[in-house]
């Protein structure tokens, strides 16, 4: 007990220094947050000083960050936004990033599962870490904004496919049966649900906004506990469910008043962000084994090669996604967006590490990578915005779709979010 307190206070700690630490350097150079958070956390954790223990309970408060995390994905993301030729061409891109990432992994581990476990982890883009970046820059009603939130929407939502039809211990052929039941379920709970017009529901929401009732948060906890609950118990990725649970809430809120919705989706920042979040990255970094990765030269050489596999698996076919009429430098930064991963490498590694599927070094190589990603990508893909904004000011691309591809702003992290800044 004694230690499972000294861990909560010190991850507590760790939470409010990562903020602070951002504001400090973000004169200098934009860090997301989560970066802050996980490197906070190997530094105090087993691999380095050893002041904080991983816990069952901290444990457990990290999974539900994960899902929180992906929940506030699929809240963020309006895919009526980017339908059409945004959506279409990343999810192409996107199938082309799976074959090819497993294709590297046959090559770099010979073992199937584990060459699965390699190509989800590179095909795989930061939709939490990347939006509020894209708002910060302005871009978030371009078309630069909209072929980004398909990348990251696409990028979140198929890993998770993945990793539920593969990973869940059943056989492909009836892991697609149940994946397509609970995909046919949640999908007619999320049509019936933007059909109704939801008028009792929405006062109750209203009456208790600013009271201890709080419906709409309870409504929340009970939308993302039901659906994760539904996808354990199907044999599913709990992130799925999760997932599916803030599309839902998503169409359920949507006739809301707009004074509402904003007040709600501060209070889901708080609890995600300022609480639960923020725990899932320090945790990741407590158990991430620096041990195992600098173990051998070879292990510690994969860190840079997965992180030009990032740019050549997951940014090049992001290129299919890139408005019509894209200069050379816009072509570069959606590039680096798409190429920007973290939280779903985290998910897939920390399976494929507790299944035996890769080693504890393959596990932090790829983490490792995948923190790089998050630190240099979005910043190199703004010097490109910024190069063509000085050379090019009035240069405008022709739209793809509607221009507010994102909902909501935020300065969280997930997957991964910036709260520079930034994760799911």
């Not at 504001?23 to 002041?51: M, N």
């Not at 039809?165 to 994946?179: E, H, I, R």
């Not at 939280?343 to 507790?354: M, Q």
């Amino acid at each position: 007990m004694q230690g499972l307190s000294a861990s909560l206070v010190l991850i507590a700690a760790l939470a409010v220094v990562a903020p602070i630490a951002v504001g400090l350097l973000d004169p200098v150079v934009k860090v997301p947050i989560v970066v802050f958070e996980i490197v906070l956390g190997i530094l105090l954790g087993p691999s380095l000083l050893g002041w904080i223990e991983s816990t069952p309970f901290t444990d457990t408060l990290a999974d539900f960050g994960l899902a929180m995390l992906f929940f506030v994905a699929g809240n963020e993301i309006d895919f009526t936004a980017i339908r059409g030729r945004p959506i279409k061409r990343a999810s192409a891109g996107w199938v082309v990033s799976l074959a090819a990432g497993v294709g590297a992994g046959f090559v770099l581990a010979p073992a199937p599962e584990a060459a699965v476990i390699i190509g989800v982890a590179l095909c795989s883009t930061a939709l939490g870490t990347l939006l509020p970046i894209i708002r910060d820059a302005g871009e978030s009603t371009s078309p630069i904004g909209t072929a980004v939130a398909a990348l990251g929407a696409v990028g979140e939502f198929g890993p998770l496919i993945a990793i539920s039809l593969f990973f869940t211990g059943k056989q492909v052929g009836t892991a697609s049966v149940v994946l397509v039941g609970f995909v046919l379920l949640t999908g007619v709970s999320i049509f019936f649900a933007s059909k109704a017009r939801h008028t009792l529901f929405h006062a109750q929401v209203t009456r208790t906004l600013h009271t201890s009732s709080q419906f709409a948060m309870r409504s929340i906890m009970l939308v993302l506990s039901s659906l994760v609950v539904l996808s354990m118990v199907l044999g599913l990725d709990m992130l799925l469910g999760a997932f599916a649970a803030g599309v839902l809430w998503q169409v359920t809120i949507a006739r809301a008043p707009e004074a509402d919705r904003r007040v709600i989706e501060t209070k889901i920042d708080a609890v995600a962000f300022g609480f639960l979040v923020p725990i899932f990255f320090i945790d990741t970094g407590i158990d991430f084994d620096l041990g195992a990765l600098t173990s051998s030269p070879a292990t510690l050489a994969l860190v840079p090669l997965f992180l030009v596999l990032l740019l050549v698996i997951r940014g090049l076919p992001s290129l299919l996604a890139a408005p019509q009429g894209s200069s050379w430098a816009h072509k570069r930064a959606i590039l680096l967006f798409g190429a920007t991963g973290l939280p779903i490498i985290v998910a897939v590694t920390t399976i494929g590490r507790e299944q035996g599927f890769i080693t504890s070094g393959f596990s932090s190589a790829l983490v490792g990578a995948g923190m790089l990603s998050v630190l240099l990508f979005p910043l190199l893909a703004l010097l490109q915005l910024q190069h063509k904004a000085t050379t090019a000011p009035a240069a405008a691309l022709p739209s793809d779709s509607s221009p507010h591809p994102i909902q909501q702003k935020h300065d969280g992290d997930l997957p991964p979010s910036s709260a520079s800044g930034s994760g799911t």
